[in-house]
């Protein structure tokens, strides 16, 4: 169980248990649901407390967050853990892997392997992801230990990618054509006026006569966006054969998650963390005669 304590500051002397936690704590309001329910879920100065309870200047508030009841089945698998603590789990995931259980990857997605993980450390913990890389993305995967870290983490992880599209790009950019579901596919995205909006930012890091390694920068997070902005342009990503990409050179689209930076959600430090090349991207990068530049 995952305790979290909190200092009542001068600024909040007289407010509700609930205001506080809501507003200088940002508990979700499903998590305060669940607090409620526990026993000593929210205790003040080590005694119970309801959330209409007044609060003053220096109370230490603390959260006893319940134990996580469901789990995917664990399957021991690599896993490239680049971090941990007790809230967060950092992961570099590789190609040819899900997020979550799919058809003919029903053992081997990143939820088994994390399930295992957890389970190989004696924690028992849902797993949380907070934001999802395709299949063959590969790349920094945030993970959330426990439910306060997951709502106050969603939305807020500063995400770089670096991928290797057809044709020569020059310059930067920014695609923000909306982006709906393909009509007739239950998979495939395109852009739609009927979409949603979406926004990527884009720059050149180099480029050959066919390909251009590019800089990206998400300002929405819908799903395939890259991919389906590039194809939109005439620039899919190399090896993504489902938005029109050649498979000559790689077997999958050539993204990968490069750079991620967020706030730890209990700690408030600044957090960087950094992924190199997948060897597939690295040879590509050769045959296509690009050069990386810092």
Wanted: proline residues 5%; glycine residues 6%; hydrophobic residues 35%.
């Amino acid at each position: 169980m995952r305790e979290l304590s909190f200092t009542v500051p001068i600024e909040y002397n007289g407010i509700t248990v609930k205001s506080f936690l809501r507003n200088y704590c940002k508990v979700s309001s499903r998590l305060m649901i669940k607090l409620k329910r526990e026993p000593m879920g929210i205790t003040n100065n080590g005694v119970h407390t309801i959330v209409t309870d007044m609060l003053a200047a220096g109370d230490v508030i603390k959260l006893c967050i319940p134990q996580d009841e469901k789990m995917i089945e664990p399957v021991n698998l690599p896993l490239n853990v680049l971090y941990e603590d007790r809230d967060v789990l950092i992961i570099d995931k590789p190609a040819d892997m899900p997020m979550y259980p799919a058809p003919r990857h029903d053992c081997d997605s990143l939820a088994n392997a994390v399930s295992a993980y957890y389970q190989n450390n004696n924690e028992k913990i849902s797993f949380r992801p907070v934001y999802r890389l395709d299949k063959d993305t590969t790349g920094i995967v945030v993970i959330a230990k426990n439910s306060y870290s997951a709502a106050r983490l969603s939305g807020k992880i500063d995400k770089e990618y670096i991928a290797i599209c057809e044709g020569k790009l020059n310059g930067s950019g920014i695609f923000c054509d909306p982006i709906g579901l393909k009509q007739g596919h239950c998979i495939q995205r395109e852009v739609t006026k009927s979409g949603e909006k979406a926004i990527t930012n884009w720059k050149v890091i180099s480029n050959s006569e066919n390909h251009s390694l590019v800089y990206i920068k998400l300002e929405t997070g819908r799903t395939h966006q890259i991919r389906v902005h590039f194809s939109h342009y005439n620039h899919p990503l190399a090896g993504d054969d489902m938005y029109g990409g050649s498979l000559s050179y790689i077997s999958r689209q050539a993204l990968h998650c490069a750079k991620i930076s967020f706030i730890h959600p209990v700690t408030g430090k600044k957090l960087k963390f950094e992924s190199g090349f997948p060897k597939d991207m690295q040879s590509l990068i050769l045959k296509c005669c690009l050069k990386i530049n810092k």
